[in-house]
T-cell receptor, first 117, second 114 residues
Framework: GAVVSQHPSRVICKSGTSVKIECRSL??????MFWYRQFPKQSLMLMAT?????????EQGVEKDKFLINHASLTLSTLTVTSAHPEDSSFYIC?????????????FGDGTRLSIL | AQSVTQLGSHVSVSEGALVLLRCNYS??????LFWYVQYPNQGLQLLLK??????LVKGINGFEAEFKKSETSFHLTKPSAHMSDAAEYFC????????????FGAGTQVVVTP
């Protein structure tokens, strides 16, 4: 079945560091990828929709200069948390839709646990 | 606009007992509805989905859900709980014309007791 790979699975870094998270669709092409954030014991909140070859669409309240999204190919989207601070610590999850399959659900990566010290 | 309400943030069931997780939605257009399961420190795995057609949908691991338009509900059930069913469960809605954006419920933590 479809697989979405997310890397790294865990990051621990100092405040002020920029962190890049990769989301890859391994066996399908994904024109659209989604980035979510999940706080402990809470639901997933959509941060942005990543479109291949164009600018990402951010949800209300999400700082686009803080969370840089690049979707340069049909199989890779990246999320960069710039100048990360402790309040950015969270579980980040990406998902992708199969370009060739209409009305099919998103496939999720296994998430990235980001801890800012 | 769309939204999802999951009744009960925690559910405790005995092994072998019925699992019932409640989900109600609101949507301005015909919805697509999903149930996902999340194990600790992992992403989400699709259990089942409703898009069109038969309102009773069967998913993986013995789960099923019924779409009831009149009640705007999509409750998830499993006849007999197994210890491996202990996880977080999320109901989600996507408007059929919104290119797949999902709105998630708050989640229900399921605990299975021996």
């Amino acid at each position: 079945g479809a697989v979405v790979s997310q890397h790294p699975s865990r990051v621990i870094c100092k405040s002020g560091t920029s962190v890049k998270i990769e989301c890859r669709s391994l066996d399908f092409q994904a024109t659209t990828m989604f980035w979510y954030r999940q706080f402990p014991k809470q639901s997933l909140m959509l941060m942005a929709t990543s479109n291949e070859g164009s600018k990402a669409t951010y949800e209300q309240g999400v700082e686009k200069d803080k969370f840089l999204i690049n979707h340069a190919s049909l199989t890779l989207s990246t999320l960069t948390v710039t100048s990360a601070h402790p309040e950015d610590s969270s579980f980040y999850i990406c998902s992708a839709r199969d370009f060739g399959q209409t009305n099919q659900p998103q496939h999720f990566g296994d998430g990235t646990r980001l801890s800012i010290l | 606009a769309q939204s999802v309400t999951q009744l009960g943030s925690h559910v405790s069931v005995s092994e072998g007992a019925l699992v019932l997780l409640r989900c109600n939605y609101s949507s301005s257009v015909p919805p697509y509805l999903f149930w996902y399961v999340q194990y600790p420190n992992q992403g989400l795995q699709l259990l089942l989905k409703y898009t069109t057609g038969a309102t009773l949908v069967k998913g993986i691991n013995g789960f099923e859900a019924e779409f009831k338009k009149s009640e705007t509900s999509f409750h998830l059930t499993k006849p007999s709980a197994h210890m491996s069913d202990a996880a977080e469960y999320f109901c989600a809605v996507s408007e059929s014309d919104s290119w797949g954006k999902l709105q998630f419920g708050a989640g229900t933590q399921v605990v299975v007791t021996p």
